[in-house]
């Protein structure tokens, strides 16, 4: 079995410890407390070896750092992404300025993880917001071709997700093992 650290960074309230809990429990909480600290969870997914002449399956763990994202945590953040195999850099696709801040999350990474290893997966949460046949009720702040673009010129994986209604949420970890297999 493989076992790889991951690491949830954002601003507050875009989702992150909703979309650990729709991956880890299968289950969606409205009223979720803002994070203290930082909270650990663990979760394995399978992946297919293709490579290999007899096909197997292969059983991933993640060691799952869920972060606070409140500015008062700020300083904590090193501690739990030192060493990560990988970063999940959550923004609200309603909220642009937390697109700013998942910016500086990415840049901050770049800057202190010198190992070039490090599988980066931008998230715009909370796509259920988003009606695609009611002008009056679209809530998006911030175009999935803008967040695209970004990821694409900074090597990101993308994808936008929602922790409400669980779509995309298991791809993002799938997506991530095995790109950390194939590294
Ligand atoms: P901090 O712990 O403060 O950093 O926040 P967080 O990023 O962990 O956000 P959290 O998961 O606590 O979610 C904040 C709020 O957004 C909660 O009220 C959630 O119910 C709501 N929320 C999270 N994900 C979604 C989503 O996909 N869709 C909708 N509509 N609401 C969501
Ligand atoms: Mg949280």
Known sequence: M????????GDSSVGKSSIVNRFVKDSFDEFRESTIGAAFLSQTVTINDNDSDVAQEITV???????????????????????????????DITQADSL??????????????????LVIYLVGNKIDL????????????????????YAEE???????????????????????????YQI
């Open 2 to 9: 493989l076992q790889f650290k991951l690491v949830l960074l």
């Open 61 to 91: 763990k993640f060691e799952i750092w869920d972060t606070a994202g409140q500015e008062r945590y700020k300083s904590l953040a090193p501690m739990y992404y030192r060493n990560a195999n990988a970063a999940l850099v959550v923004y």
């Open 100 to 117: 700013e801040k998942a910016r500086s999350w990415v840049q901050e990474l770049k800057n202190k993880v010198d190992d070039d290893s």
């Open 130 to 149: 988003v009606s695609n046949n009611n002008d009056d009720q679209d809530k998006r702040a911030v175009e999935r071709s803008v967040a695209e673009t």
């Open 154 to 180: 900074n090597n990101l994986l993308f994808s936008e997700v929602s922790a409400k209604t669980g779509e995309g949420i298991k791809q993002v970890f799938q997506s991530i093992a095995e790109n950390l």
